[in-house]
């Protein structure tokens, strides 16, 4: 019984998340109403509100399940390289919903989403490059806190740039195919960790 009433509650909510898109590719998330959401897919308004405190609430469960369930929570062994192509992926199949969202005063709700898969990713990246140097296995004691934190910055730095990245990849303003941008990451962050290591093997940090 209890498992009936989830999986019709998923139901439910994929319902309204559906009629939501259809709206958000001809309208502004800022204007779209629970009346039209429910209205377009034949639910009452309590229905909403029964799963949902507001349009935003279901603009954030919508990716919640469609994307980061399924591509950064995800069980299944993946590289980094696999997530963030999938992520790349769900952009182009809902790039009026991304844009619209980026658009509205919630941008926020798809940058979470976007950060949420990346920094797990990146520092996978720098990790893999850095490996000896960050696990501090050629650095004396005295410097294991700074490079703990260089790594920290460098996943930092690299999560907001890529972030724009795809930002402007859903605006149209970055060119490139995904797999170019992200052969192009990890370019960038080999040489970041190779400049890093001839620092350490001239004997400093600067």
Known sequence: MVQNTALHSDITKKMLAASLKKLMADKSLNSI?????TDK??????TFYYHFEDVY???????QDEAINKFVLTPEKRSWEEKMLKVFEYVDKNKEVCLCTLNS???EILKDFIKADLEEGVRGVIMEYGKIIFENKEV??????YLKG???YLTTFYTYAISGFIEGYIR??????PQEIINNLKTSVNDHVTGTRMRFALGGRN
């Open 57 to 63: 609430a279901l603009v954030r469960w919508m990716y």
């Open 41 to 46: 897919c034949g639910l009452h308004r309590q």
């Open 172 to 177: 149209g303003e970055v060119s490139g195919t």
């Open 140 to 145: 004396d004691g005295e410097n294991t806190d």
């Open 33 to 37: 109403t629970v009346k039209e959401i």
């Open 150 to 152: 260089y790594a920290d």
């Open 105 to 107: 005063v919630e941008r």
